[in-house]
């Protein structure tokens, strides 16, 4: 049997360093985008503006060749959703209540990404935790982001559920 070395996680300070512009850029910059826009021009300009913050972010991310933060896609994914159910229907209650949904297509995706041996949670864990090559992919981490990635799916199942 192969013995692999000790698994060594970094810091507090190395995983906040690492975290903090995909945090930004996926969650708080977005948010700020839509409050701005809201309270200086309305309703309808902050659902796209919001999202197309997000959307740009991606399509710099991909030209400059850069790693796709896995926040930023389910970020821009959630937006998108509700920026459409929400000018569809004209209705900014069905932009507030529409995470319902995403809650659903949430859980879909971590299940799938387990099923086709992608999960979802080592990418986000790789956006808030700095990891060299080998770490990454340590068999205990590797058994890690799948069981996570499980019980992200279970847990919005669930949430799903209960709020439906």
């Known amino acids: 049997m192969h013995k692999h070395t000790p698994l060594q996680l970094p810091g507090w300070r190395a995983v906040a360093r690492h975290a903090l512009p995909n945090v930004l850029e996926g969650k708080i ?18 659902l796209v503006g919001a999202l197309a913050w997000s959307i740009v972010a991606l399509v710099r991310r991909h030209r400059k060749q850069r ?20 000018l569809l229907t004209g209705s900014l209650v069905v932009y507030f209540i529409q995470p319902t949904v995403a809650t659903a297509l949430i859980a879909a995706a971590f299940l799938g990404s ?51």
């Open 29 to 46: 910059i977005p948010l700020i985008v839509f409050l701005g826009l809201m309270k200086v021009i309305g309703t309808r300009s902050a």
């Open 67 to 86: 790693q796709t933060s896995g926040i930023l896609v389910l970020t821009t994914v959630g937006l998108a959703a509700r920026t459409v159910a929400a």
């Open 114 to 164: 387990v099923l086709v041996g992608r999960p979802l949670v080592e990418r986000l864990f790789v956006d808030l935790c700095p990891l060299d090559a080998e770490t990454r992919d340590h068999p205990q981490l590797r058994r890690f982001y799948n069981q996570a990635s499980l019980w992200w799916a279970f847990t919005s199942s669930v949430n799903f559920a209960v709020t439906v």
